[in-house]
């Protein structure tokens, strides 16, 4: 993995020279990011994103995110998801990708695995239901327009919040993970849970690794929203492995919530 830019050091190096980067770098940047101290917010949890896209903007190929990274995107999913206290997901996501347990972090505790659900369609089979997850169970999260006997099949594996109204509003999820104890949460999408959580303008930081394949067809972007909404984010980093670049933003107003320790 090689450094062309970054923030905290101030270099750019002219990515079409090679001798200008410096491969060791790469690493240090990636390790300075997870360093960082991320402050809670007075009212939400720090909010990261990590997705991955193609060249043309493809969030899947053959309906998964998957075969787009490669080993270097792989590296930097699992260093993302050893800062994190709990990681969100869209269900389409848990169901599309077989979500397990998350792993331990470094220092010994397993991130929250976090879904937001309106159907409770979460069978029993999905690894992460299935499978050992230690002391603490899945949480989901869903509103009181939810199913009853979904929530009552689904209550002796997983924690239930129901929160008020139709749809979950991120905010008031947020508040939910809040409450729960989490200072840092990590959105691994879909795109439409994603897209809710940009629009509220709740994502603080945010990894992007461009995959160098095209996968055309009709595969959608890495956010869905019914609306334009603009948001803006200030680059911090960006690496490249081979082909794939790895990019880190931040939002423009959330500097002041980063402290390198
Ligand atoms: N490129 C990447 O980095 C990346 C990352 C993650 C996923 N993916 C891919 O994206 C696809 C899935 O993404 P997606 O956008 O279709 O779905 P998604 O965002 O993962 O999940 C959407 C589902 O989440 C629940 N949900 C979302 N917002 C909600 C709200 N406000 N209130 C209540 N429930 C809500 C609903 O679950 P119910 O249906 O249970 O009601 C909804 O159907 C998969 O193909 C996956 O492989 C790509």
């Excluded at 980067?21 to 917010?41: F, Q």
């Excluded at 680059?235 to 320790?261: K, Q, W």
Aim: some cysteine; hydrophobic content about 40%; proline content about 7%.
């Amino acid at each position: 993995m090689k450094q062309i830019f970054s923030r905290e050091r101030g270099t750019l190096a002219n990515s079409s020279d090679d001798a200008g980067l410096e491969p060791a770098r790469g690493r240090e940047v990636l390790e300075a990011h997870l360093a960082t101290a991320r402050d809670a917010r007075p009212d939400r949890p720090w909010m990261m994103a990590n997705m991955v896209a193609s060249l043309d903007g493809s969030a899947t190929s053959a309906g998964r995110s998957g075969g787009l990274g490669g080993e270097a995107d792989r590296d930097v999913f699992h260093a993302l998801r050893s800062l994190p206290d709990a990681i969100l997901a869209g269900a389409a996501t848990v169901r599309a990708e077989r979500y397990r347990p998350p792993r331990p972090r470094p220092d010994g505790v397993a991130p929250r695995l976090v879904i937001v659900s309106a159907s409770l369609n979460l069978p029993a089979d999905l690894p992460c239901m299935a499978e050992g997850h230690g002391s603490r169970p899945p949480l989901v999260i869903t509103t009181e327009s939810s199913p009853l006997p979904e929530r009552e099949a689904l209550s002796d594996r997983a924690e239930i919040a129901v929160l008020e109204g139709e749809r979950v509003d991120p905010r008031a999820a947020l508040a939910a993970l809040a409450d729960r104890g989490v200072g840092v949460v990590l959105c691994e999408g879909g795109p439409r849970l994603l897209g809710q959580f940009v629009a509220a303008d709740v994502v603080d930081e945010w990894y992007l690794t461009v995959a160098a394949v095209a996968v055309l067809g009709d595969a959608g972007r890495i956010t869905a929203f019914d609306q334009e909404v603009v948001r803006r984010y200030r680059l911090r980093s960006v690496l490249h492995d081979g082909d794939d670049l790895m990019l880190a933003y931040e939002r423009a107003e959330s500097s002041a919530g980063m402290r390198t320790t």
